[in-house]
């Protein structure tokens, strides 16, 4: 309730309302609803309090019982016509209502409560399990998560900031605010702040990687804060605090949402990397002198056994599957 409100005792307004006041209370009424708008709005609410019950949560207590007999008084005083015992049921029917909700309001000031502010931050999770999740946040922001990683967030952002936070793997295209900037809490106490752009996070127990496709994220670890470019990559291990920032050379981190594999001279290791993340760790190099052999291709929503066919006839080395393993050699 507005500071103004407190001029204008509950009682004088159900005396206004009865058309009870002498001139001076009246003129009083009539003044303290000129003066604001909430006023006006309060007195409304109180007008239809039989409807709108919840907006009095902050009448005072009041002394109904003797409010009720000076008004049983003024009713016997003017007689007993129709009308009047008409008024007369009608003022003891308000009182009534009053003393209710003075009792109720009471209750629920003694009554803990979460604040307003408090259940913006109640999160949400969701989670990609075996497959890829595509995800509208409120703020109008596009999350895609690879398989078997989650996202939580709350369902409301607060006025000043974007704050999620996420595991395992996903792509992110932000939409631009940047009164309230975006932050993603990664593993290994990586937070990575952006204001509009679209970039990639790996968000595992070991490492954290981000890739930026367009625009500029900001990566901080601890006092440790870089600024990544487009067709930028930071990694930042969970034993040290440096951000090792490198030129990304190529599209294979996108697979999940483009269903395509894109090696532009990407090491064999690599290949193999970004394989088994698709396809479950099935893939092992069983040699070290094939990890450092590069493969310029591209492979569209393939099987993986029509992508490992191509490798081994690329490079001539033959695949050997043993149980659910794929060993190049």
Known sequence: MSHEMKHISDELLVNYLLDECNEQEQTAVENWLAENPENQLYFHQFERIWIESKALGNIPLVDTEASWQRMKARMQHKGRSAVHYTMYWAAAAILLLVGLFSIYSYWQRSTPSIPADALVTIPSIIESKSETLVDTL?????????????????KQFSEKERRVKLRKKAFFNISPNTRQP????????????????SFNVKSFDAYTEVIVETGIVEVRKFNRVLLLHPREKARIDKEDSTIVVQRNSDKLYKYYRSKEFECDNTPLWKVVEVLNEAYGDSIVIGRNDLKSLTLTTRFDNESLESILEVISETFEIKVEKKGNKYILK
């Open 138 to 154: 409120s703020d109008k922001s596009i999350v895609t998560l690879n398989k078997n990683a989650s996202l939580q967030y709350p």
């Open 182 to 197: 975006f932050y993603i809490e990664a593993s290994n106490d990586v937070e990575i702040r952006v204001v509009g752009t």
